[in-house]
């Protein structure tokens, strides 16, 4: 029998599994006072796996999360600082927001689709964000420059919902 170089697709389903829960208790956590929004995991639309509804103006915002680690992992070692979120064509048509949970740094990604990169894999377009986990921190910067903004950025779903960040 030929040993597999991949992870188990067992983990992999666990690693997903631990990211969508992450983020339905982090958003939880952040608009649990606020009676006017509610928080629902997605099984009937296509191409999302949470949402938020903002109950007084109607308004929803539809997040794909995807879930990243290099704990559990035939990664190489020189990639292990990098990280590769990926959506679909169908996931970036129907979300407004990539969530990427990066497990190993419990580190969150708060992205508006239309900030990916959109590249061609195997004559299908998918979307990118791709970064590096710096090896020493430079000032602020743990991660490269252009992923900063968007880490634990939590506040942007808020605007985007039409909710001030500060009313929680």
């Known amino acids: 029998m030929e040993e597999s170089n991949k992870t188990p697709q067992n983990i992999n389903a666990l690693v997903s599994e631990i990211g969508e829960r992450m983020v339905l208790f982090k ?6 006072d606020n009676s006017g929004l509610e928080i629902f995991k997605n099984y009937s639309e296509p191409g999302y796996d949470i949402g938020i509804r903002n109950t007084h103006l109607n308004k929803k915002v539809k997040i794909e ?33 990539l969530i990427g949970y990066w497990i190993d ?19 299908k377009f998918v979307y990118k964000l791709v970064f590096t986990r710096l090896k020493k921190a430079q000032s602020k910067l743990i991660y490269s420059e252009q992923v900063m903004p968007y880490l634990n950025d939590w506040s942007t779903l808020l605007k985007f919902l039409g909710t001030p960040p500060e009313q929680k």
């Open 27 to 32: 958003l939880y956590s952040i608009i649990h």
């Open 65 to 97: 999360v995807k879930t990243r680690q290099h704990l559990v992992t035939t990664t190489a070692e020189k990639s292990k600082n990098t990280c590769h979120f990926t959506l679909t064509e169908n996931e970036w048509n129907h979300s407004n927001f």
């Open 105 to 123: 740094y419990n580190d969150f990604f708060i992205v508006p689709t239309s900030e990916l990169t959109k590249t061609n894999s195997n004559n």
